[in-house]
């Protein structure tokens, strides 16, 4: 079992940045890749970004790209989104997810998911 806490969101102005931590409970952290994902009002669940368990390999949804930065540390049983340069359209509830193994990246069928953060991005 893997409880994720996220935190780190809230509202900031457009072009403004934001970090959002997820921390993990178990020793065991480092066996899953890691993922955040969003969800705006009336609008489905969607990848935003991954990383693999030794961080060796990311992931990122195309509308992030050189905006996000997904970073894991294992020692300390977290996992950060940097995120830049924000956008109205970035509004939504983000969520951090785990997946045993990195097979599952990139899609939906993570193992345990968080509660949310809201991110709000003023324009």
């Known amino acids: 079992q893997v409880q994720l806490v996220e935190s780190g969101g809230g509202l900031v102005q457009a072009g403004g940045s934001l970090r959002l931590s997820c921390a993990a409970s178990?020793?065991?952290?480092?066996?899953?890749?890691m993922g955040w994902f969003r969800q705006a009002p009336g609008k489905e669940r969607e990848f935003v970004a991954a990383i693999s368990r030794s961080a060796s390999i990311t992931y990122y949804a195309d509308f992030v790209k050189g905006r996000f930065t997904i970073s894991r540390d294992n020692a300390k049983n977290t996992v950060n989104l940097q995120m830049t340069s924000l956008k109205p359209e970035d509004t939504a509830v983000y969520y951090c997810?785990?997946?045993?193994?990195?097979?599952?990246?990139?899609?939906?069928?993570?193992?345990?998911w968080g509660q949310g953060t809201q991110v709000t991005v003023s324009s």
């Open positions: 178990g020793r065991t952290f480092s066996h899953y890749g």
């Open positions: 997810a785990a997946a045993l193994g990195d097979s599952r990246l990139r899609t939906i069928g993570y193992d345990y």
